[in-house]
């Protein structure tokens, strides 16, 4: 069985949700969180490989969440796709600048937004790969390391050793 990704969705419209809910839910597992502290605190909890983002809702903006998101280690690789009404160049460029890598203006294509969710999904799950593989490769690599410092002990050892016999001798 083919693995799901996750997507956050940051929406403080709940209708807006369960739109999104309705319109991806099929393929992707899904978790709401209705303003950006929610957001923040549901990250800790559930691991994502994606974030819906809303750029403008109370209390904290959609600008200052992915701040957040982006100034934690834990959380710096997940895209953050922003879905906002907030059509504006200078809008999209925040949003970029912050960390984001799309931006999309309401009302949502749909199938434009599951292409691209499943772009940067599929490219996120190679990367974790890449960067798993890597540190696989750096522990290889003190390994073989440790076992090359032991080989010339022993080396170091083993002739010793024979020198020694050879004087015996």
């Not at 809910?21 to 393929?27: I, K, R, V, Y």
């Not at 994606?50 to 998101?69: A, K, N, R, Y």
């Not at 490219?123 to 290889?140: G, I, T, V």
Request: hydrophobic share 45%; net charge negative.
């Amino acid at each position: 069985m083919a693995t799901r990704f996750s997507i956050l969705v940051v929406d403080d419209e709940p209708i807006n949700i369960k739109v999104i809910m309705s319109a991806l839910g099929d393929e992707y597992d899904i978790i709401p969180a209705l303003n950006g502290f929610d957001a923040i605190s549901l990250l800790r909890e559930h691991p994502v490989d994606l974030i819906l983002l809303d750029v403008l809702m109370p209390e904290v903006s959609g600008f200052d969440v992915c701040t957040m998101i982006k100034s934690d280690e834990a959380f710096i690789d997940i895209p953050v796709i922003f879905l906002t009404a907030f059509d504006t160049d200078e809008g999209e460029l925040r949003g970029l600048v912050l960390g984001g890598i799309d931006y999309l203006t309401k009302p949502i294509n749909y199938d434009l937004l599951r292409q691209r969710i499943r772009n940067h999904v599929v490219l996120k799950a190679r990367n974790d790969l890449m960067k798993l593989q890597m540190d696989q490769l750096a522990r290889q690599k003190e390994e073989l390391a440790q076992m090359v410092a032991e080989q010339k002990q022993l080396n170091k050892l083993l002739l010793t050793r024979y020198r020694r016999l050879l004087q015996q001798q």
